[in-house]
């Protein structure tokens, strides 16, 4: 037998490394059989063998309907719905100045969870004392923003007392000036913090809270200014906005089967479309109704309180009287040729105010789930499940909030030119919070018989708004 003269020659460094990635190519795909890859882990999955390949591909999770632990998961959520929508309704029932408070509060909370997302222990231990600068750009801006809607309110609280009003006024004429010293105290407490081996990571930090003041601001400023409009304009769009969310999530949980959007694979259309004729319904139908005809609830309700329709002209929380105006007017239409003689009802009542709820019920259908989008992206780029873990089964109040940070500036630009608009729709007259008119210049002729350094655009301000 001849000997095969062939000798394997032995491998060239090159060769040693591909073979080597090979394998590790090799030992990933094996471990993705048996788990999700997340960074640089792998968490294994209850039964991979559920399923296949390419739908864990295409959707990159679970539907809902699929997910075995769906029940137990809907208890929570809405155990958990519960409590937030009765402290909701508490606050609502609190009036203006508190609900204005709870958005200030939900602001502190979504900047907390925002802020915390591109923090490293390492770096910040490098650092004492970075950690406050975002806290002090956050407040200049809320200083900012909430001075300039709130101003006049305020001097309308203090008009009676001469010494208040003489301070408010001053506060009011150097508030500009007050935030732009801030910012730029900030601005120079940055460069004066920069370290070596540390730039990148500090301006990183500096143009991440830019863009936090910027989604947590700039949407909540529409919000806060219709506050005081009447509660009514803040609590039907997000009412609209929550019946959304909970219609797409018991939709999808029901019958969700076709994916929506890669972004977020446990959104379905089914889901989608659900929850867009749902809200709708609730905006438009539910305002039918009349002295003899079908009283249903949701809007119908909210505009025949006065307490929900009667702008807020200052910071006290007394009780409000005043006409709400021609938008919560009841318009009857009789139905007596149009419906068969067994059909109960005659006549019904329509608000005109009900076609710009069917404007905020397309908004809230089509606009506001993109934040949640929006949100989802998000938490897929940073490789996390939720912003926080304040509420059970939802996560944390950026999670909530998405939809509504998004939705509330398409909705209030919406509403802007119905409520600040040249037709004056919503009544003036309101005894119960406003200083009288001959009061008001009399306090204001007083002012100046003493001489006291009240700017003058305040007060001609005030008087205007009459």
């Not at 915390?116 to 950690?131: I, N």
């Not at 001097?155 to 910012?183: A, Q, R």
Request: with cysteine; net charge positive; proline share 5%.
């Amino acid at each position: 037998m001849q000997k095969d003269s062939t000798t394997s020659a032995p491998p060239t460094p090159t060769a040693r490394v591909r073979q080597r990635k090979r394998s590790i190519e090799v030992s990933i795909m094996l471990l993705s059989l048996q788990g999700e890859r997340i960074g640089n882990s792998v968490i294994p999955l209850r039964k991979p063998l559920l399923v296949p390949p390419e739908a864990s591909k295409a959707n990159g999770n679970h539907l809902l309907v699929d997910d075995q632990n769906k029940y137990r998961s809907m208890w929570i959520r809405a155990h958990s719905t519960v409590w937030m929508i009765g402290g909701f309704a508490l606050i609502i029932y609190m009036g203006h100045l508190y609900i204005w408070a709870m958005v200030v509060v939900i602001q502190i909370f979504m900047a907390r969870e925002l802020f915390c997302l591109l923090r490293k222990a390492h770096e910040d231990s490098h650092l004492p004392g970075f950690r406050l600068l975002n806290w002090h750009f956050f407040f200049t801006a809320m200083l900012f923003v909430y001075g300039r809607i709130l101003s006049q309110r305020l001097v309308n609280t203090v008009t009676s007392d001469k010494f208040l009003y003489k301070l408010v006024g001053n506060l009011i004429k150097y508030h500009m000036f007050t935030c732009y010293f801030l910012y730029i105290a900030g601005f120079m407490w940055f460069i004066l913090a920069l370290k070596k081996k540390m730039y990148k990571y500090q301006f990183g930090q500096f143009a991440w809270t830019h863009m936090i003041l910027i989604v947590v601001f700039t949407q909540s400023s529409f919000t806060v200014a219709n506050i005081f409009e009447g509660i009514f304009w803040f609590l039907l769009p997000a009412s609209l906005i929550v019946i959304n969310d909970i219609a797409a999530y018991i939709f999808g949980f029901f019958f969700g089967r076709t994916p929506l959007i890669k972004l977020s694979p446990k959104k379905t259309w089914e889901g989608f479309i659900g929850a867009s004729v749902a809200t709708i319904i609730s905006a438009f139908v539910f305002w039918v109704g009349g002295k003899r005809g079908l009283v249903l609830l949701l809007a119908n309700v909210m505009g025949r309180f006065q307490w929900l329709t009667c702008p807020r002209k200052d910071l006290s929380t007394g009780w409000l009287h005043c006409d709400p105006g021609p938008l919560f007017k009841p318009e009857y239409y009789d139905l007596t040729g149009w419906v068969p003689r067994w059909f109960p009802w005659k006549e019904v009542s329509v608000l005109p105010v009900q076609w710009h709820a069917l404007c905020l019920g397309l908004f809230a259908s089509i606009i506001a789930p993109f934040g949640g989008f929006f949100a989802s992206g998000f938490k897929r780029a940073f490789k996390i499940k939720d912003f926080g873990d304040s509420i059970p089964g939802h996560g944390g109040i950026t999670d909530r909030m998405d939809c509504q940070a998004y939705g509330d500036g398409s909705l209030c630009i919406h509403l802007s030119p119905i409520i600040r608009g040249g037709s004056k729709l919503l009544s003036r007259d309101d005894p119960g919070t406003d200083i009288d008119e001959p009061y008001l210049r009399g306090a204001a002729r007083s002012v100046h018989e003493d001489r006291a350094n009240v700017p003058g655009e305040a007060v001609q301000t005030i008087l205007k708004s009459r």
